[in-house]
C-alpha cells in the first residue's frame, strides 16, 4: 500500500482501503488484492478519503478533492451519489436502512443523505 488512509471491512471478509496516492483497493479475507478501483472501472479520483461497503456490497468512496462521494458497485459503472454541497469530505458510512453519512471536515459537520 501506499500511503494508506481509511479502511472498511467488507460484506465477504475482506476489506477496502484509500491511498493518498489517489487510489482505492480491494482486497480479500485472506488479505490478497482483488482489484484497484482506479483500474477495474476506469475512474480517477483526486484525493479518495472514507470508504464503506453497503448492504449490496457496493463501495462508497468520498474523495476530498473532487468534492464528491461515488459508489462502486460490483457489477456497471460507477454513480455519483453526491456532487455538490460538500466542502471536504472525509469519512463516510452506509446504514441498513439505506442513509449515507458524509462527515464534511470543511464544514465540521456530518451530512446526512436518503
Known amino acids: 500500500?501506499?500511503?494508506?488512509?481509511?479502511?472498511?471491512?467488507a460484506p465477504n471478509g475482506g476489506f477496502v482501503v484509500s491511498?493518498?496516492?489517489g487510489d482505492v483497493k480491494v482486497f480479500m479475507?485472506?488479505?490478497?488484492l482483488v482489484c484497484s478501483l482506479s483500474s477495474k472501472y476506469g475512474h480517477?479520483?483526486?484525493?479518495?478519503?472514507g470508504v464503506c461497503v453497503d448492504v449490496e456490497g457496493s463501495i462508497v468512496?468520498?474523495?476530498e478533492?473532487?468534492?464528491?462521494?461515488?459508489?462502486?458497485?460490483?457489477?456497471?459503472a460507477p454513480v455519483c451519489l453526491v456532487s455538490t454541497g460538500l466542502r471536504r469530505p472525509a469519512g463516510v458510512a452506509c446504514s441498513?436502512?439505506?442513509?449515507?453519512?458524509?462527515a464534511d471536515t470543511g464544514e465540521n459537520c456530518i451530512k446526512v443523505f436518503k
Not at 500500500?1 to 471491512?9: E, K, V
Open 44 to 49: 480517477q479520483f483526486g484525493n479518495p478519503a
Open 96 to 102: 441498513s436502512f439505506g442513509h449515507l453519512f458524509v
Open 1 to 9: 500500500l501506499q500511503g494508506p488512509r481509511y479502511i472498511s471491512p
Open 19 to 21: 491511498e493518498e496516492c
Open 29 to 32: 479475507r485472506s488479505h490478497k
Open 65 to 76: 478533492q473532487r468534492r464528491t462521494v461515488h459508489l462502486f458497485p460490483e457489477s456497471g
Open 61 to 63: 468512496v468520498a474523495d
